[in-house]
Antibody, heavy 121, light 109 residues
Framework: QVQLRESGPGLVKPPETLSLTCAVS?????????WAWIRQTPGEALEWIAT???????YYNPSLNGRVSITMDTSKNHFSLHLYSVTAADTAVYYC??????????????WGQGTLVIVSS | QSALTQPRAVSGSPGQSVTISCTGT?????????VSWYQHYPGKAPKLMIY???ERPSGVPDRFSGSKSGNTASLTISGLRTEDEADYFC?????????FGGGTTVTVL
């Protein structure tokens, strides 16, 4: 069973960088796979942030205006999110998930429980 | 990138059926057969219930079914059970990104 667990600081000061890590167990992230970050701001819909392919290709939500970076470390079997120049609007529950992308479908089959990050001075 | 539109809440008695709608546009829901649905208990990891509009992953009860007509997808829960009380959100591929619905709270009366 694939399991994902987010970790990182619960409080970040503006305009610092928000950095989160997603530890994956039960699956090697170096295998043919994609990995993603998604967030939910209070009272709003979920928002896809970024996706990384095991070969290193990255895809970002253009609404974040280039403030985001997704990386992976196959030796530690984890991947990370870095969100730069944060503001209070970046306060959200951040989830990591595994997208399944194929001609037969695009969906997220495993998710972490989410971690709340508050941006406040 | 506007979120997909879902009703905030639906409710039903045990044994009844409820349907949750998810309305988008021809650029997302209407343009691809890639709508998925997730069940979410607060504080827990969301769980995939339906993918590719109608497909159920292994282990998901057949009480859960999905459909789509035009720009609106739907999730139907038949034979409602108390454990179905949770939040449900939809998701659609939209070409270069993925878009989600605002979520619907299902209450079992």
């Amino acid at each position: 069973q694939v399991q994902l667990r987010e970790s990182g600081p619960g409080l970040v000061k503006p305009p610092e960088t928000l950095s989160l890590t997603c530890a994956v167990s039960g699956y090697s992230i170096g295998r043919d796979s994609y990995w993603a970050w998604i967030r939910q701001t209070p009272g709003e819909a979920l928002e896809w942030i970024a996706t990384i392919y095991h070969k290193g290709s990255t895809y970002y939500n253009p609404s974040l205006n280039g403030r985001v970076s997704i990386t992976m470390d196959t030796s530690k079997n984890h991947f990370s999110l870095h969100l730069y120049s944060v503001t209070a609007a970046d306060t959200a529950v951040y989830y990591c998930a595994r997208p399944r992308i194929a001609p037969s479908g695009h969906y997220f089959d495993f998710w972490g429980q989410g971690t709340l990050v508050i941006v406040s001075s | 990138q506007s979120a997909l539109t879902q009703p905030r809440a639906v409710s039903g008695s045990p044994g009844q059926s409820v349907t949750i709608s998810c309305t988008g546009t021809s650029s997302d829901v209407g343009g691809y057969e890639f709508v998925s649905w997730y069940q979410h208990y607060p504080g827990k990891a969301p769980k995939l219930m339906i993918y590719s509009v109608t497909e159920r992953p292994s282990g998901v009860p057949d009480r859960f079914s999905g459909s789509k007509s035009g720009n609106t997808a739907s999730l139907t829960i038949s034979g409602l059970r108390t454990e179905d009380e949770a939040d449900y959100f939809c998701c659609s591929y939209a070409g270069t990104y993925t878009i989600f619905g605002g979520g619907t709270t299902v209450t079992v009366l």
